[in-house]
């Protein structure tokens, strides 16, 4: 059965290996086997070396379909996942019914709401930063509930409009940070449609990348004073041009006790 379609469900960005030897997404390379899962779990494994089962805990936000909560949850963390939409709910839903992992578990909720769940050791926040249309704000309510490991994979403004996307606005200000905004929903949008666009934001009709020196000097600030770029998430430092062509990378921030 190995490559077959696991569900009725189709999934759109989580390959994962199920059990039964069923894939989300037959014929596609399996999340765990892409340089960036494989680039998370090195600095999980860095800032927590030795760790008993269950000892952490995580939090994955805006995890569509709950593949990265899973690998997270699979490296030994308490791990909780936040999702907004209810269509990507269901696959987180069927994810952990599947793959029956312990100390994984999803709500359904807005991630504005973080505080709402406490603090934890880990937060892991991939492709929903530039989705927002307060950002900084947002960064300080994770800097609350983060302890002492963010994983940030977000697109920020740059001098240049990326070629992918000649949408972005003008260098513009937006809380006191310069950046770019983006189209997230037309003018006019229903409902039924904001919600059908299951990689957009959830309710906002733009967004703002920051440009990236003032998003790590926002991190820094923000307690984590350790601030780095993560090379090892690309396929080859040398011929993949990513990080240029998108806007985009992998950054962590650690608070080291004083």
């Known amino acids: 059965m190995t490559g077959e379609q696991s569900s009725l469900i189709p999934f759109t960005a989580h390959n994962l290996l199920l059990?039964?030897?069923?894939?989300?997404?037959?014929g596609e390379i399996l999340l765990e086997e892409h340089p960036f899962p494989r680039a998370i779990l090195r600095t999980l494994d860095l800032v927590f070396p030795e760790r008993a089962p269950g000892q952490y805990s995580a939090v994955d936000l805006g995890c569509l379909e709950g593949g990265h909560a899973a690998l997270i949850?699979?490296?030994?963390?308490?791990?909780?996942?936040?999702?907004g939409r209810q269509n990507n709910f269901e696959r987180c839903q069927f994810v952990a019914d599947h793959l029956g992992l312990d100390g994984l578990r999803f709500a359904c909720d807005d991630v504005h709401n973080l505080e709402d769940y406490g603090v934890f050791d880990v937060t892991f926040c991939s492709g929903l930063l530039y989705h927002l249309d307060d950002p900084i704000a947002y960064l300080k309510t994770i800097a609350k509930c983060t302890r002492r490991l963010l994983i940030l994979h977000t697109h920020f403004a740059t001098d240049e409009i990326p070629l992918l996307f000649p949408h972005l606005s003008d260098v513009t200000t937006n809380e006191g940070v310069?950046?770019?905004?983006?189209?997230?929903?037309?003018e006019r949008s229903t409902d039924e449609e904001i919600v059908a666009r299951r990689w957009a934001s959830l309710d906002n009709?733009?967004?703002?990348?920051?440009?990236?020196?003032?998003?790590?000097?926002?991190l820094i600030e923000l307690g984590f004073s350790v601030v780095f770029e993560q090379y090892d998430s690309l396929h080859h430092v040398v011929?993949?041009?990513?990080?240029?062509?998108?806007?985009?990378?992998?950054?962590?921030?650690?608070?080291?006790?004083?």
């Open 205 to 218: 009709q733009r967004s703002f990348w920051v440009e990236k020196r003032h998003l790590l000097q926002t």
């Open 19 to 26: 059990p039964d030897g069923t894939r989300t997404i037959p």
């Open 73 to 83: 949850a699979r490296a030994g963390f308490s791990t909780l996942g936040i999702e």
């Open 178 to 186: 310069p950046g770019r905004w983006a189209e997230e929903h037309p």
């Open 239 to 258: 011929d993949d041009n990513y990080i240029a062509e998108n806007g985009r990378s992998m950054f962590v921030g650690v608070k080291v006790p004083e």
